[in-house]
């Protein structure tokens, strides 16, 4: 990847919706062929995706019914500039719309939250490393400028290691995301124990993005029944922090990091405002009354302090946060935030993200802590090589 910006977005998109309709077609072996992924051109016009013979999902914002609501509407430029070709997914569209933004790489969560859906385990598998294998193409088609995080099968241990070690030899920069709302059971549970251990093994940060369907029963999570009372505003306003920080106790108060010093936990679209808070918190509540009178004591006990593990081991993607959000951050450690424009969201920032990003970030914190937080923490943490422009490198 060159460096010509000085910046580098931690979390964006590549959707079901937006991804290349011969991605399954063309990679899947031919026995899983007839009931894989495909898009139906239907007798109105319209597009759908399908899988194992039913309808998957809709085809471009358009097809989700979101056409006038996200941020390629916002900027006035078309999502698919050629018939079936969608700029999220292609790689010199990608790298056009990274241009627009002053945006020199990308991190990209593949299309892990629709793959659960496919209920032939074998077949999701499949469809999964197809989609790790077309990151790769992706990679060496922008110059290492599109990085996919590579999805896991979620449904066994034995599946998610099985990839997690594949993708590993790859050889390109990335992480792996783990599906913690569609994984049958919580992050915590011991049965994810090997994946931690492969994760520690290999180097690749486990990245667990923020998802409203991950929240609480108190917004009628899971409750049948209710008159509609804004639910949806109170889930997409809460789940940054509330899932996030379930999510940073489990990693740490289980023994996780502790037992698997290497593995790196992202905890992406999760917001800086809230951590500090849990930060200080983790420590008041694991001590509390002292070692020999503790008021909640340990099932396991931790070799340091919890806040030693999240300094070292846990990561925090943001977006636009308010100017105050951020003063706190040097008690928990800079190295610990990376920005990201979560393009193509419906509220991503982009082609503004400097504006709105980092504007505030500068104002807390100052222009050498911006530099660290939107450029030198990702690549320090997915080990990105970086090159300098022609003309810079000889000066």
């Known amino acids: 990847m060159e460096k010509r910006f000085g910046v580098i977005s931690a979390d964006g998109h590549c959707r079901l919706m937006h991804l290349p309709f011969d ?17 139906v051109h239907k007798p109105d016009g319209t597009r759908q995706w399908g899988v194992e013979g039913r309808p998957w999902s809709g085809v471009g914002w358009r097809g989700v019914g979101r ?10 430029v078309e999502e698919e500039p050629e018939p079936g070709i969608f700029r999220a997914s292609d790689a010199r569209y ?22 659960l859906e496919i209920k032939d385990p074998d077949l999701r598998v499949a469809c999964v490393r197809a989609v790790n294998d077309w990151a790769r193409e992706l990679y060496e088609a922008s110059d290492g400028r599109f990085i996919m995080l590579l999805p896991l099968p979620c449904q066994t241990p034995e599946e998610a290691v099985a990839e997690l070690l594949r993708v590993a030899d790859f050889g390109f920069p990335t992480g ?23 994760a520690a093994e ?24 209710l008159e509609a009372r804004n639910q949806s505003l109170m889930r997409v306003a809460n789940f940054p922090m509330g899932p996030m920080a379930e999510l940073m106790s489990a990693v740490v108060f ?32 694991y001590d509390w009354g002292g070692p020999s009178s503790r008021v909640f004591k340990p099932d396991i006990l931790l070799s340091e302090q919890p806040t030693e593990f999240v300094k070292r081991q846990v990561f925090f ?7 105050g959000g951020f003063r706190r951050l040097p008690e928990v450690g800079l190295d610990n935030f990376l920005w990201a424009s979560d ?8 082609p503004d993200s400097k504006d709105m990003g980092h504007v505030p970030a500068e104002a807390a914190l100052g222009k050498e802590a911006l530099k660290q937080l939107v450029f030198e923490n990702a690549m320090r943490l997915y080990k990105i090589p970086v090159t300098l422009p022609q003309a810079q490198a000889l000066t």
Request: hydrophobic content about 35%.
């Open 23 to 39: 991605l399954w077609t063309k990679r899947l072996p031919r026995k899983f062929r007839d009931n894989g992924p495909r898009v």
């Open 67 to 76: 056409e006038g609501v996200n941020c390629y509407a916002r900027a006035g």
């Open 254 to 285: 289980s023994g996780i990091c502790d037992r698997h010093p290497g593995v790196r936990f992202v905890l992406e679209e999760a917001g800086v405002g809230w951590v500090p808070f849990l930060f200080w918190r983790f420590d008041q509540e």
């Open 343 to 350: 393009f193509p969201g419906m509220d991503s920032p982009w």
């Open 176 to 198: 792996v995301i783990f599906d913690w709302v569609g994984a049958p059971e919580p992050v915590l549970h011991q049965m994810w124990e090997p994946v931690g251990a492969a």
């Open 317 to 323: 993607t943001f977006e636009v946060e308010e100017e």
């Open 202 to 225: 290999t180097g690749l940060p486990i990245n667990f993005h923020a998802n409203p369907r991950g929240g609480s029963r108190q917004l009628g999570v899971g409750v049948s029944g």
């Open 94 to 115: 990608r790298c056009e719309d990274m241009d627009r933004d002053g945006v020199d790489a990308e991190l990209v969560n593949g299309p892990y939250e629709q793959l």
